[in-house]
Structure formats: structure tokens, C-alpha cells
Nanobody, 121 residues
Framework: QVQLLESGGGSVQPGGSLRLSCEASGSRYLMGWFRQAPGKEREGVAVIRSDGVKSYADSVKGRFTISKDNAKNTLILQMNSLKPEDTAMYYC??????????????????WGQGTQVTVSS
């Protein structure tokens, strides 16, 4: 069992930055961030493997950075150059699924409650 607690969401203007944190009670092969906007399916944003290899959704490449503090069991998502289309509830997730499908929700077993990110002028 892994418990996950997100923080750091909020409202920001387009072009701004936010830093999301996820405190985890343990670690799994895959640790990642997902998001879900109203009326849309949950989508993978960024994932980091236990050996440090990372994967990003095309829509956030070059703008978002995922990192992990192993000593503190904390997962970080640094989000820069935010756009209105980044508005969503962001979820931290942990699991042992396939790396090939690491941006798919089915690869993750444990989920946080989510933190809201709103990008608007």
C-alpha cells in the first residue's frame, strides 16, 4: 500500500509557473503525474522510473519537468510556461505497470486525491 498526498496547485496566469509536490509513503517502479480536465479522460503527463528514466506527454515536453527526491519520498512536477489548456486536476500516481505503457493510467495502482491547477488570465 502506498499513500500519496499532492500539494502546490493553484491559479496562475498564462506563461506562469507552478510546482507540484507529492509526498509518498513508499515507492514503486513507476511514479507519475496525471491530469483530468472536466469532461475529458485522465491523461498521463510525466512519469519517472525507479532508475530515473523519464517520459513526458508531447503536450508538456520542454515545459514540465518531473523529479524525485528519494531521501524524502517526494515526487515533484515543475510546470513552466503554463497554458490555459493545462487547466485540470492533477494526480500523483504510483505503480508497477509496464514502462512501455507508462503514461497509461492502467499502469498505476495507487492514486492521490488530486490538486487543482487553473491557468487563466
Amino acid at each position: 500500500q502506498v499513500q500519496l498526498l499532492e500539494s502546490g496547485g493553484g491559479s496562475v496566469q498564462p506563461g506562469g509557473s507552478l510546482r507540484l509536490s507529492c509526498e509518498a509513503s513508499g515507492s514503486r517502479y513507476l511514479m507519475g503525474w496525471f491530469r483530468q480536465a472536466p469532461g475529458k479522460e485522465r491523461e498521463g503527463v510525466a512519469v519517472i522510473r525507479s532508475d530515473g528514466v523519464k517520459s513526458y506527454a508531447d503536450s508538456v515536453k520542454g515545459r514540465f519537468t518531473i523529479s524525485k527526491d528519494n531521501a524524502k519520498n517526494t515526487l515533484i512536477l515543475q510546470m513552466n510556461s503554463l497554458k490555459p489548456e493545462d487547466t485540470a486536476m492533477y494526480y500523483c500516481a504510483a505503480g508497477d505497470g509496464s514502462w512501455v505503457r507508462s503514461l497509461a493510467a492502467l499502469s498505476f495502482r495507487y492514486w492521490g486525491q488530486g490538486t487543482q491547477v487553473t491557468v487563466s488570465s
